[in-house]
């Protein structure tokens, strides 16, 4: 693809909202929140295995909420450079409250980023880059503000979470085949386009980045469940995921199982169970510059 291809693909991508319904009106912050209080020690545990040097220039890529920046200076003794770009105003400001003093955060789209080309060591992307309805284009972007050398770390978590019934597998696959029908009724795209995890490292190669090197780490949690734990398994998967938007496709002696499931004042509350068990993946795939 020629670069003025690249381009007006670009533009036509900015033209309608991303894949998943993302525009600069969109707001998930809280969710976004939930899911980085929950998902903390298996994400910085990815930061520290990336040994970002002190004085080394960092972009997270779709920041999100920010925690991101704040992790990134303390793995390299508050020294680094960290810069966050988001394209939703809600998550800029909620950025902006929790950065790090020397922290700069913009609001943009990653395909046109107001950026210098060649300006950073490592670009972060999590949970972002399978947003863009090209995310090969996305890729590239993020790889011409790399120096020659710099890394590249596309991290992606399992888009449809995987809760393990212990006590009931035929409900437990009920469950997850009704959020994965409810994902592509409601987004109007196949299975294949959210298998996101299983495409990032074929995203790096095509965009010119040949050299990968993956892991996949399990966000596992049994009970106790910590406070930020059950927080995210109650709002983000009970609430958000499940609920009522999933009434239409179980069965109704299945759904008010669920429910009862799903409801603190039950007393069969999923959370309170002692086999509760809840494993989400989260794969981080990274490449270097040539």
């Keep these: 693809m020629s670069h003025a291809d690249e381009l007006a693909a670009m533009n036509r991508a900015q033209a309608a909202p991303g894949l998943l319904g993302d525009t600069p009106q969109r707001d998930y912050t809280e969710k976004l929140r939930r899911f980085n209080a929950f998902a903390r020690p298996e994400l910085c545990e990815a930061i520290a295995a990336l040994a970002v040097q002190a004085d080394a220039r960092v972009l997270d890529a779709g920041c999100g909420t920010g925690e991101a920046l704040g992790w990134f200076r303390e793995s390299a003794g508050d020294r680094a450079l960290v810069v966050g770009i988001d394209l939703a105003t809600a998550h800029v400001r909620a950025t902006r409250r929790r950065a790090p003093a020397l922290a700069s955060v913009l609001q943009a789209d990653m395909l046109r980023p107001p950026l210098l080309d060649g300006s950073f060591d490592l670009a972060w992307a999590v949970n972002t880059v399978n947003h ?89 949690r049994i009970q106790p469940l910590a406070e930020a734990d059950e927080r995210y398994l109650r709002e983000a998967i009970f609430r958000d995921t499940w609920g009522e938007r999933l009434r239409p496709y179980l069965r109704r002696e299945d759904f008010d199982t669920l429910a009862r499931l799903c409801d603190p004042d039950d007393a069969r509350y999923a959370l309170r169970r002692p086999d509760f068990h809840f494993l989400q993946s989260f794969t981080l795939a990274v490449a270097t510059k040539p």
């Design 132 to 220: 863009l309805r090209d995310p090969v284009a996305g890729v590239r972007v993020l790889s011409r503000l790399l120096r020659p050398g710099g890394r590249l770390a596309i991290g992606q978590s399992s888009l449809v979470p995987d809760m393990y019934f212990a006590w009931d597998a035929r409900l437990e696959q009920c469950v997850n085949e009704a959020v994965r029908l409810y994902y592509r009724e409601r987004y109007g795209r196949s299975e294949h386009e959210f298998a996101a995890i299983r495409a990032v490292v074929g995203w790096l190669q095509a965009a010119g980045l040949p050299q990968v090197a993956v892991r996949t780490r399990m966000i596992e």
